[in-house]
T-cell receptor, first 113, second 112 residues
Framework: EPEVTQTPSHQVTQMGQEVILRCVPISNHLYFYWYRQILGQKVEFLVSFYNNEISEKSEIFDDQFSVERPDGSNFTLKIRSTKLEDSAMYFC???????????FGDGTRLSIL | DAKTTQPPSMDCAEGRAANLPCNHSTISGNEYVYWYRQIHSQGPQYIIHGLKNNETNEMASLIITEDRKSSTLILPHATLRDTAVYYCIVRVAGAAGNKLTFGGGTRVLVKP
């Protein structure tokens, strides 16, 4: 069964550094998403992306965050200058269309020191 | 999106059916009910969704009341691997509302 894959599984970064989290969505999917989950808290929506542009973003997704689909297979989340509070699990998801189920990867654990 | 209410936790016996309730009394006519689960340290896993008819797939059944104000997810024969947090999510069917809003879910513990 096709699945969403995320790399790396764990990323440790110094505060203030840039980090890029990578995702390979399911191949025929057209809608892409990032969510995050701070330890012990709820899964929170960050951004959705379709047709090479952001279709929706949350208040969390400020100017420090950006997303990109640099080629036909990867979908990335960049945090420009990381803060301690960015430490969380980051989940990528994809769906065939906007009204079909989203399928999630197993996440990247981001630890900011 | 309409708010959902789920019990914070429940236990069930291995091999028995697990019935997980969800209240969504403010649901609108164009909102679907989705169920996801999250096994420890993994990403959320899609289980099933429905609008107003009952639905069944290889993982579970979804029973939606006629007034659509509540639903029940049924795991027909719970196994230890079904131990997870289960999320009931109501989502508008439309391009502008395709984000998922997760609540606290129900922590299900399947016991031998």
């Amino acid at each position: 069964e096709p699945e969403v894959t995320q790399t790396p599984s764990h990323q440790v970064t110094q505060m203030g550094q840039e980090v890029i989290l990578r995702c390979v969505p399911i191949s025929n999917h057209l809608y892409f998403y990032w969510y995050r989950q701070i330890l012990g808290q709820k899964v929170e929506f960050l951004v959705s992306f379709y047709n090479n542009e952001i279709s929706e973003k949350s208040e969390i997704f400020d100017d420090q965050f950006s997303v990109e689909r640099p080629d036909g297979s990867n979908f990335t989340l960049k945090i420009r200058s990381t803060k301690l509070e960015d430490s969380a699990m980051y989940f990528c998801a994809s769906s065939v269309s906007y009204n079909q189920p989203q399928h999630f990867g197993d996440g990247t654990r981001l630890s900011i020191l | 999106d309409a708010k959902t209410t789920q019990p914070p936790s429940m236990d069930c016996a291995e091999g028995r059916a697990a019935n997980l309730p969800c209240n969504h009394s403010t649901i609108s006519g164009n909102e679907y009910v989705y169920w996801y689960r999250q096994i420890h340290s993994q990403g959320p896993q899609y289980i099933i969704h429905g609008l107003k008819n009952n639905e069944t797939n290889e993982m579970a059944s979804l029973i939606i009341t006629e007034d659509r104000k509540s639903s029940t997810l049924i795991l027909p024969h719970a196994t230890l691997r079904d131990t997870a947090v289960y999320y009931c999510i109501v989502r508008v069917a439309g391009a502008a509302g395709n984000k998922l809003t997760f609540g606290g879910g129900t922590r299900v513990l399947v016991k031998p």
